[in-house]
């Protein structure tokens, strides 16, 4: 049986999530490929960033010399730009009736945030429930990754790590855990996949899993 939404507005809210390097921004342009070719509204958007002041926070707290930047003063930025995400285009899509597929959501913050830089899963959870007045994904498909395979996903990539991704091992295993924790707690709106799964099996599998809950 499909789940109830998780809010009362017509359209469908999907996040990926994962650790760095697990694919979801390409699990996320073929899921969004395969809405559109059967002319499904979409809105596709990302965490952080979304919104110009977003996109501004995005970079504070990413790029590196920024000067420092204490635990907690993270969590807030990251829950800031999300809540100008949430009110300027996540509510106003779903109000449409679109299918929301966003990279990322307060999940990475209680995985980054709570696990990663030990403030409390429970503790960043709350601030973020707030800063979104509530509003969860209807479905989070989470792509599991090993964070050595992740690193060596994103070596391969040839781009330089952001503030997140030089972290070490450690932190990544911490965020992993974290993830798992939090689809384990609520089944039936997490889709749990292996990274290294074959491209487009998973991209079938999480197509189905969206198709199952638009019908
Ligand atoms: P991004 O370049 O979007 O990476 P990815 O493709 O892995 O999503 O960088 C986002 C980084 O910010 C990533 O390392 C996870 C981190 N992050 C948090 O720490 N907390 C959050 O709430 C969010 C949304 C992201």
């Not at 979409?42 to 996109?55: A, D, F, S």
């Not at 992740?150 to 992993?176: C, K, L, N, V, Y």
């Not at 939090?182 to 487009?200: C, F, K, R, T």
């Amino acid at each position: 049986m499909t789940p109830e939404k998780a809010h009362g507005l017509p359209g469908l809210f999907v996040a990926f999530e994962g650790g760095d390097g697990a694919g979801k921004s390409t699990q996320a342009s073929l899921l969004c490929e395969a809405l559109r070719a059967a002319n499904i509204p979409l809105v596709r958007t990302r965490e952080p960033g979304g919104t110009p002041v977003g996109e501004k926070l995005r970079s504070l707290v990413l790029e590196h010399g920024q000067g420092e930047i204490d635990a907690r003063t993270e969590a807030l930025l990251f829950a800031a730009s999300r809540a100008a995400h949430v009110a300027q285009v996540i509510l106003p899509a779903l109000a449409r009736g679109d299918v929301v597929v966003c990279d990322r959501y307060v999940d990475s913050s209680v995985a980054y945030q709570g696990a990663g830089r030990e403030l409390g899963a429970q503790t960043v959870l709350d601030v973020n429930l707030w800063a979104v007045n509530g509003l969860r994904p209807d479905l989070t498909v989470l792509l599991d990754v090993e964070p050595a395979e992740g690193r060596s996903r994103r070596t391969a990539q040839d781009t330089p790590e952001d503030r997140m991704e030089s972290e070490p091992d450690p932190f990544h295993e911490r965020i992993r855990a974290q993830f798992l924790d939090l689809a384990g707690g609520s089944p039936d709106h997490y889709l749990v996949l292996p990274a290294d799964g074959a491209e487009d099996q998973l991209g079938r599998m999480i197509l189905d899993a969206v198709t199952g809950r638009l019908a």
